[in-house]
Structure formats: structure tokens, C-alpha cells
């Protein structure tokens, strides 16, 4: 094992992992509702697997055989991170916000807190949550040009027999940031068992995405 490149693949994952993009900031959303967290972040995991695997592995050039391909990926991406922000804006303007509170297991509900209403069966269900998160993963921008591009291209310029151990340093610090992301977001829930917690969340959520969407706009 070449250590000094694995360390070179784990800073540098590190580095661009941390920015609470679109893709992080719906992990913290579901993490903070305990809503199919073991999926979310076992699917982040392998989708980072998969493209630090592929950058480092040279595919990156496709990204110049085929840029029509490429432009029209990164249009429907735009497009589905606009979409979200503007309902986490909606969501956080409407009164009725009640249904996205948390309770903490054994303890009452605060005075003045609107109890959440039983969830519906879309809302119990894995397969709505499943396709979110493969959206935010392989329709979002930035993880291609973190993962894919930014990543791809530092793990070529590796020796030979060091872009292995590159790109496991990177692979560990992302299961080690989606992991603690999923399940140490819980510990947020307290203080999301009020509506107005969950309308500031969504707002600034849905601000940072339509803004990183715009940014991205050509």
C-alpha cells in the first residue's frame, strides 16, 4: 500500500466532501428525520465508490469525446436542483410545516408544538427516498466535478502503482463523511421538533441549492 497516495486521495476528498452541497444537505435533512438513513448512505457511498473508481480509472476523457452528452446531463441536473429548491422554499413558507417535525423517542412533545401527523404511505415507503437520493447523487453537477473531474484527474497524475491506494483514501473519507453525516445528523432532532426549525432548514436549503444551480447556469 502506497501510503503517501492514499493520504494524497483522503485530503483531497476531504477537502471538497465538507461543502454542504445539494446532495450533503439532503442527507442531513433525512438524517435530522431518521427517514431510511442506512439506504441513503449506504447508496452516496457506492455512487462515490463507482465515480472516484472511474475518474482515477481514466474516464474522464469521456467528458471531452462527448460534451453534448455532458452539457445535456448537466441541464437536467440543473434542472432537478432547481426544482427542489424552490419546494424546500415552499415548504418553508407554509404555515401547515407541522408534518416534517420529529419527535425524540420518550419524550413528550414541547408546549405549543404541533404533533406530526401519521405519515403517509409515499412518505413510509423506501422507493421514493431511494430515487431521490440516486437523483442528488448521479443528476447533481457538483458531484461529478468534485468526484468524477477534481478527483479523477488528481488520482491520474499518480504513479501507476500508487492510483489504487489514491483512490481507497479517497473511497474511506467518503464513507466515513456519509456515515457520520447520516447518523450524527439525530442528534440535531431535538432541536427540529418544532415547525419553525424544520421552515429555517428548508429555507436555507432551498437558497444554497436554486444558488448553486444559477452559479452553474452557462
Known amino acids: 500500500m502506497d501510503w503517501l497516495a492514499f493520504s494524497h486521495g483522503a485530503a483531497l476528498c476531504a477537502s471538497l466532501i465538507v ?27 457506492l ?3 463507482i465515480l472516484i473508481a472511474a475518474g482515477v480509472g481514466g474516464a474522464s476523457v469521456l467528458v471531452e469525446r462527448y460534451p453534448v452528452f455532458v452539457h445535456t446531463m448537466l441541464y437536467v441536473g440543473l434542472a432537478y436542483l432547481a426544482w427542489f429548491g424552490l419546494s424546500a422554499l415552499r415548504r418553508a413558507v407554509q404555515p401547515g410545516h407541522a408534518v416534517m417535525e420529529v419527535e ?8 405549543g408544538a404541533t404533533p406530526a401527523p401519521a ?12 430515487l431521490m437520493t440516486l437523483a442528488f447523487t448521479w443528476l447533481n453537477p457538483h458531484v ?13 497524475r499518480e504513479a501507476a502503482d500508487g492510483r489504487v491506494a489514491f483512490a481507497l483514501g479517497a473511497m474511506a473519507v467518503s ?4 456515515v457520520g453525516l447520516g447518523y450524527g445528523a439525530r442528534m440535531l432532532a431535538p432541536l427540529f421538533r418544532r415547525a419553525m426549525a424544520w421552515r429555517v432548514l428548508d429555507g436555507a436549503i432551498g437558497s444554497m441549492i436554486l444558488l448553486l444551480a444559477v452559479t452553474q447556469l452557462r
Open 19 to 45: 461543502t454542504i452541497g445539494a446532495q450533503n444537505a439532503f442527507v442531513l435533512r433525512q438524517g435530522i428525520m431518521r427517514s431510511h438513513v442506512g439506504k441513503i448512505v449506504l447508496l452516496c457511498m
Open 47 to 49: 455512487s462515490d465508490f
Open 104 to 111: 425524540t423517542p420518550g419524550q413528550p412533545a414541547p408546549a
Open 119 to 130: 405519515p403517509t404511505p409515499a412518505a413510509r415507503g423506501a422507493m421514493p427516498i431511494v
Open 144 to 156: 461529478y466535478l468534485d468526484t468524477f473531474l477534481l478527483i479523477g484527474t488528481a488520482g491520474a
Open 175 to 178: 464513507a466515513v463523511w456519509f
